[in-house]
T-cell receptor, first 114, second 115 residues
């Protein structure tokens, strides 16, 4: 079945350093790749997304890259700040059996050390 | 714009008891999802509605879980009888319509603890 693998499961970085989280998807029909940030006890919130016709997208300190051939996409956070500490989820969206589905990765707990 | 509303936020029950969760999606959103998020894992789809019809319930444990969206707006998710492994956060999410790419809007979730 469809699957999204996410690595690493935990990541600790010093404030000001960069953080990179990687995901791999299996379904070639996937065409939408969002990243969600979830703070403790809060709802997941979209921070950036990319569609399959784009290779890279940037929004201030965050960027996402997509390699459709390898079925890889990555989240890059530069100049990390303590408020970036949270769990980050990648997802792959696509139509399977006539239904548009989102498959989520297992999450990465990011800790930014002051 | 009001977000996705869920209640209750927290529920503690004993195994074999029943529980129901309620979700009110963003106004005008035709597609509604229920996800189960076990601690330390990503959200797992339980059921997806388009208006008041089910479009995917392949991962719903139908022997104990049920869900409905009778008027195409609010939805309820019921568990009866609950098992220990049902302890999780139940997230409701909505989107404007089926078939188009775009953001999923999540509610705050309902945290279930089964003792």
């Amino acid at each position: 079945g469809e699957n999204v693998e996410q690595h690493p499961s935990t990541l600790s970085v010093q404030e000001g350093d960069s953080a990179v989280i990687k995901c791999t998807y299996s379904d070639s029909a996937s065409n939408y790749f969002p990243w969600y940030k979830q703070e403790l006890g809060k709802r997941p919130q979209l921070i950036i997304d990319i569609r399959s016709n784009v290779g890279e997208k940037k929004d201030q300190r965050i960027a996402v890259t997509l390699n459709k051939t390898a079925k890889h996409f990555s989240l890059h956070i530069t100049e990390t700040q303590p408020e970036d500490s949270a769990v980050y989820f990648c997802a792959a969206g696509g139509t399977t059996s006539g239904t548009y589905k989102y498959i989520f990765g297992t999450g990465t707990r990011l800790k930014v050390l002051a | 714009e009001a977000g996705v509303a869920q209640s209750p936020r927290y529920k503690i029950i004993e195994k074999r008891q029943s529980v129901a969760f309620w979700c009110n999606p963003i106004s005008g959103h035709a597609t509604l999802y229920w996800y189960q998020q076990i601690l330390g894992q990503g959200p797992k789809l339980l059921i997806q509605f388009q208006n008041n019809g089910v479009v995917d319930d392949s991962q719903l444990p139908k022997d104990r879980f049920s869900a409905e969206r009778l008027k195409g707006v609010d939805s309820t998710l019921k568990i009866q009888p609950a098992k220990l492994e049902d302890s999780a956060v139940y997230l409701c999410a909505s989107r404007p319509r089926q078939g188009a790419t775009g953001e999923l809007f999540f509610g705050e979730g309902s945290r279930l603890t089964v003792l």
